[in-house]
């Protein structure tokens, strides 16, 4: 069974920086995509970011060049830089693995980020 748990969230002043980390467990980490999407209270959640099994990157227009992707496939995790934090980043923070045997959520972490 695929398990993600999320961690790093917190309270940051606007232009700080916090990193996010997603640890997975029970899939074939390697071979798998992971996103992290972003979600507000009575809103849609949002896609955030993105990491291929191939390490490569794709990211929202809304974070391109404050935020960044990475994996570490030894230690099943991936990390997420954010940078020139705005306080409209503040949502709760979800990491997405996606494997041949579907996707799977995290249970989210709160970033609140205070202008």
């Known amino acids: 069974q695929v398990q993600l748990a999320e961690s790093g969230g917190g309270l940051v002043q606007a232009g700080g920086s916090l990193r996010l980390s997603c640890a997975a467990s029970?899939?074939?980490?390697?071979?798998?995509?992971i996103g992290w999407y972003r979600q507000a209270p009575d809103k849609q959640r949002e896609f955030v970011a993105l990491?291929?099994?191939?390490?490569?990157?794709n990211y929202a227009d809304s974070v391109k060049g404050r935020f960044t992707m990475s994996r570490d496939n030894a230690k099943n995790t991936v990390t997420l830089e954010m940078n020139s934090l705005k306080p409209e980043d503040t949502d709760v923070y979800y990491c997405?693995?996606?494997?041949?045997?579907?996707?799977?959520w995290g249970q989210g972490t709160q970033v609140t980020v205070s202008s």
């Open positions: 029970g899939s074939m980490f390697r071979y798998s995509y």
């Open positions: 997405k693995l996606r494997d041949m045997g579907g996707d799977y």
């Open positions: 990491i291929t099994s191939s390490c490569n990157t």
